[in-house]
C-alpha cells in the first residue's frame, strides 16, 4: 500500500463513541506505541509549535463558564480591561516575535464582539500579521459576516472550543449552547478560516464524556487544524475551584487519542502546564503533542517562564517549527484527490 493511501485511510469523520472509548481505555504502553506511530506519519516528532497568547480584552464577561476567572458572574479578584489600543496589541506582538513565536493569539472576554468592535479587530489582525506572523484570535461567537471580514483581514485561525461533551455540556455553561459552538465553527470554516478547537479536562466529567468529546472534534467535517487540550485551571471563586484533580495518566490518554483520531492537525498542549511535572509534559509530548503556548501568561494564568520552557524543550530535544506547514485541511483536500504532492508535505520518518 502507498503511503498516501494509508494516509487516506488514517483521516475519519465516522468515529463512534465505543471506538474512542476502547482507545482511551487500551493498555498505556500500547496506546502510546500507537500514537507516536501515527505522529510520525505526520509530523517531526521532535517539532513543536510555538504560540503566544494575548488577552486583548480582560474580565466583565456576561457568559456562565463555571471554569473561567474572566466571567462577571464570579469573585475571582480579576482586574478587568476593556478592548487593548490597536497600537499596544502589535508591540505585543513584535515582542512574541522577537522571542520565537510563530503564531500570536489574541483573546477577548466576549460573548460575542460587537459590530463597532470589528474595526478593531481587524487593524488588529492586518498588524499583527504584517509583522509575519501567524495570526489566531477568540472572541466567542462568530455570525457568518463577522467570520467573513476576519477572512478578509488575514486572520488565519479561529480558536472556539467545544470545551466538553454534549452531555456534559450543561452542567458546565448555560448561556450558550452546543449548537451555538458548532455554528461558530462552520461560519469560521466556511469563511476559509483555519478552525481551533479542544476542550478542557479536569472539569469533573466522565471518562466517557472525553470520548465523546474526541468524537464530537474528530466527526466534524474537517478536523480542526488545531486541537487544544486544556488541563482545567482552578481559579479562587470560579464554580469548580475545588474541583478533583484529574490523573495525569487520563490526561496523557486523550491525548494519545486525539493524535490517532485527528492525525494531522497539531495537538495543543495548552492551558494547565504550570501544574504539571516535565515528566508529564514530556509523556504529551510523546503521546503526539506537538504545540504549546509559549510565554509566563495564558490570558489571565500563569503559564511556564520562557526559560523553564526553553529548558525542557533542550532536555527533549525538541525544536521549535518555524515552519508556516500546509494546513491540515489543504492535506485533506490534497489527499482526497490523491494527488502526489503530499510526500513533499510529510514528514517521513523512515528517511529521517
Ligand atoms: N470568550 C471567548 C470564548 O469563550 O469563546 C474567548 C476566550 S475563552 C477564555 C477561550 C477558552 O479558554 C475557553 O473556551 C476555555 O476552553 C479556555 N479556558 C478558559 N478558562 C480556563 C481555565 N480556567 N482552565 C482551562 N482552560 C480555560
Ligand atoms: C485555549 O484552548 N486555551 C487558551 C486559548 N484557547 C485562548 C486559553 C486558556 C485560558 C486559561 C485561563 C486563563 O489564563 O484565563
Ligand atoms: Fe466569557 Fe469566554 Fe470566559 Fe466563557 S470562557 S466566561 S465566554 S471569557
Known sequence: MSLSAENRQDIR?????????????LPFNDLLFRAQSMHRRYFNPNDVQVSTLLSIKTGACPEDCAYCPQSARYDTGLEKEKLLEVQA??????????????????????????????PYVVAMVKGVKALGLETCMTLGMLDEEQSQQLAKAGLDYYNHNLDTSPEYY????????????????????????????????????????????????ANLPQHPDSV???????????????????????????????RIMMPASRVRLSAGREQMSEEMQAMCFFAGANSIFYGECLLTTPNPA????????????????????????TLETLLTAGN?????????AAQA
Open 13 to 25: 469523520h465516522n468515529w463512534t463513541l465505543q471506538e474512542a472509548q476502547a482507545l482511551l481505555n
Open 89 to 118: 496589541v502589535i508591540e505585543k506582538a513584535k515582542a512574541a516575535k522577537a522571542a520565537g513565536s510563530d503564531r500570536f493569539c489574541m483573546g477577548a472576554a466576549w460573548r460575542s464582539p460587537r459590530n463597532k468592535d470589528m
Open 170 to 217: 450543561g452542567e458546565i455553561i448555560t448561556t450558550r449552547t452546543y449548537a451555538d459552538r458548532l455554528g461558530t465553527l462552520a461560519n469560521v470554516r466556511n469563511a476559509g478560516m483555519k478552525v481551533c478547537s479542544g476542550g478542557i479536562l479536569g472539569m469533573g466529567e466522565s471518562p466517557q464524556d472525553r470520548a465523546s468529546l474526541l468524537v464530537q472534534l
Open 228 to 258: 487544544p487540550v486544556n488541563q482545567l485551571v482552578k481559579v479562587a471563586g470560579t464554580p469548580l475551584e475545588a474541583e478533583q484533580d484529574l490523573d495525569p495518566i487520563d490526561f496523557i490518554r486523550v491525548i494519545a487519542a486525539a
Open 306 to 329: 520562557a526559560n523553564k520552557d526553553q529548558a525542557l524543550l533542550h532536555k527533549l530535544g525538541i525544536n521549535r517549527d518555524h515552519r508556516v506547514t500546509a494546513a491540515p485541511s
Open 340 to 348: 502526489d504532492t503530499e510526500q513533499t508535505l510529510f514528514y517521513n
